[in-house]
């Protein structure tokens, strides 16, 4: 089986300061990790996708995160944060099974971006 | 352009009552999933489908919840005779074929927000 961690459920910064949402995972097998953003009362939305390769995954919005297994890490950072970022962020793994790619979600971690 | 669309947005039902909610995924996407987003925790997995067949109903709490995707393409899950606990957000996301091959990314919609009195 294939979990992720999310480590602090709540998050802030300053804007213009460095964002980092830490997310910790363990899977049998090499899993897929993603990062998505959810805004009060929306759906979620992707920000961004580690398969193989390169270990530093470039997503939208001027945000990236970094692969390293032996850490079992997948963090999320961005170097300047405005308001816009303030959401709840989710790290999810997935490996190929019976439900085919279902993502298995961390707790989330609530950011706030002061002024 | 058309995304993921579930509806209704906001659900109030009585404790004991029926409800149906909507999914209807982008066209011409296979695979569509349904999560229980339960305030303030991340989304849980329920049941999985690849075209019309149910390939995965294991996250579904009880045999009170149904789901179907009958012509492969809209989906709806059932919740009978609903109970307090199932109040919680519930989200529909569907994604291109994933047969094991490269894992497509899933489309969320807005979630349908249920309260049960």
């Known amino acids: 089986a294939q979990s992720v961690t999310q480590l602090g459920s709540h998050v802030s910064v300053s804007e213009g300061a460095l964002i980092l949402l830490r997310c910790n995972y363990s899977?049998?097998?090499?899993?897929?990790l993603f990062w998505y953003v959810q805004y009060p009362n929306q759906g979620l939305q992707l920000l961004l996708k580690?398969?193989?390769?390169?270990?530093l995954v470039k997503g939208i919005n001027g945000f990236e995160a970094e692969f390293k297994k032996s850490e079992t890490s997948f963090h999320l950072t961005k170097p300047s944060a405005h308001m816009s970022d303030a959401a709840e962020y989710f790290c999810?793994?997935?490996?190929?099974?019976?439900?085919?790619?279902?993502?298995?979600f961390g707790k989330g971690t609530s950011l706030l971006v002061t002024p | 352009g058309a995304g993921v669309s579930q509806s209704p947005r906001y659900k109030v039902a009585k404790r004991g009552q029926d409800v149906a909610l909507r999914c209807d995924p982008i066209?011409?996407?296979?695979?569509l999933f349904w999560y229980q987003q339960a305030l303030g925790q991340g989304p849980e997995f329920l049941t999985y489908?690849?075209?019309?067949?149910?390939?995965?109903k294991s996250g579904l709490p009880s045999d009170r919840f149904f789901a179907e995707r009958p012509e492969g393409s809209v989906s709806t899950l059932k919740i009978q005779r609903t109970q307090q606990e199932d109040s919680a957000v519930y989200l529909c996301?569907?994604?291109?074929?994933?047969?094991?091959?490269?894992?497509?990314?899933?489309?969320f919609g807005d979630g349908t927000r249920l309260s049960i009195l």
């Open positions: 899977s049998s097998v090499p899993p897929y």
């Open positions: 996301a569907s994604s291109l074929e994933s047969t094991g091959g490269d894992n497509q990314p899933q489309h």
């Open positions: 066209s011409g996407h296979v695979s």
């Open positions: 489908f690849q075209n019309e067949a149910q390939l995965d």
């Open positions: 580690y398969t193989t390769g390169a270990t």
């Open positions: 999810a793994v997935s490996v190929f099974s019976n439900s085919g790619y279902a993502l298995n």
